[in-house]
T-cell receptor
Framework: EAGVTQFPSHSVIEKGQTVTLRCDPI?????LYWYRRVMGKEIKFLLH????????ESGMPNNRFLAERTGGTYSTLKVQPAELEDSGVYFC??????????????FGPGTRLLVL | DAKTTQPPSMDCAEGRAANLPCNHS???????VYWYRQIHSQGPQYIIH???NNETNEMASLIITEDRKSSTLILPHATLRDTAVYYC?????????????FGAGTILRVKS
C-alpha cells in the first residue's frame, strides 16, 4: 500500500511569488490534514478535510493560504503571495476512521519551502 | 486536549531499552495517549497509542499508569536508527478525526 505522498519535496521561491503544494493521501482515507513546522518552532496544525469538506481550518495563519480538496482525493495548499515567514516544512497526513476512537494519522515526507 | 510534559532529551545505549516518560496529569477519561516520532528530515511516524491498558506492538510498548496521569514509551532494544524526536500527544477522539497537537518532544539519542 502506497503511503502519503507530497510534491514537490523542495521548493525555493522569491517573496511575493505563488507556490502550490500537493498531497496525495493513502487511498480510501477520508481525513486529510495539513501541518507545518517553521524554523525553530513546533509542528502546528493548519487544517483538516473530511472528504472534500473543510472540517477544521482553525490553524490557517491568514488568507494568503488556500487549501482545496476537490473530489475528496488529493489536496493542494496554495500560498499567494508567499512571505519570508512562510518558510518551513509542510506536512500532510491522512487517516480513516472506521472506529472513531482509533484514528491513526499517517504522515507524508513533507515539502520543504524556502521563501527568499 | 490535555497538555503533556516530556524531558527535552535523553540518551540510550544501543541494544538497551529506551524508556521515554510523559506526564499528562490533566488527561480526561475520553482522551487517548498517542506516541509519534520524527526521524531527521522525515515526516512524523506513528508508534503506538492507548487509553488505559498497556499496549504493545512490533515497534514499542506503552505503559500507562493506573491513574492515567503519566505514561512511558518503551523501545525494548534501541538501535541507532531509533534516534529521533519522540512526541507524546493526548487527544480526544471525535467522529471525524481530530488534529494532533505537537509539543517539543524528547530528543532521543541512541549511542553505540
Amino acid at each position: 500500500e502506497a503511503g502519503v505522498t507530497q510534491f514537490p519535496s523542495h521548493s525555493v521561491i522569491e517573496k511575493g511569488q505563488t507556490v502550490t503544494l500537493r498531497c496525495d493521501p493513502i487511498s480510501g482515507h477520508d481525513n486529510l490534514y495539513w501541518y507545518r513546522r517553521v524554523m525553530g518552532k513546533e509542528i502546528k496544525f493548519l487544517l483538516h478535510f473530511v472528504k472534500e469538506s473543510k472540517q477544521d481550518e482553525s490553524g490557517m495563519p491568514n488568507n494568503r493560504f488556500l487549501a482545496e480538496r476537490t473530489g475528496g482525493t488529493y489536496s493542494t495548499l496554495k500560498v499567494q503571495p508567499a512571505e519570508l515567514e512562510d518558510s518551513g516544512v509542510y506536512f500532510c497526513a491522512s487517516s480513516h476512521t472506521p472506529d472513531r476512537l482509533q484514528e491513526t494519522q499517517y504522515f507524508g515526507p513533507g515539502t520543504r519551502l524556502l521563501v527568499l | 486536549d490535555a497538555k503533556t510534559t516530556q524531558p527535552p532529551s535523553m540518551d540510550c545505549a544501543e541494544g538497551r531499552a529506551a524508556n521515554l516518560p510523559c506526564n499528562h496529569s490533566t488527561i480526561s477519561g475520553n482522551e487517548y495517549v498517542y506516541w509519534y516520532r520524527q526521524i531527521h528530515s522525515q515526516g512524523p511516524q506513528y508508534i503506538i497509542h492507548g487509553l488505559k491498558n498497556n499496549e504493545t506492538n512490533e515497534m514499542a510498548s506503552l505503559i500507562i499508569t493506573e491513574d492515567r496521569k503519566s505514561s512511558t514509551l518503551i523501545l525494548p532494544h534501541a538501535t541507532l536508527r531509533d534516534t529521533a524526536v519522540y512526541y507524546c500527544i493526548v487527544r480526544v477522539a471525535k467522529e471525524y478525526g481530530n488534529k494532533l497537537v505537537f509539543g517539543a518532544g524528547t530528543i532521543l539519542r541512541v549511542k553505540s
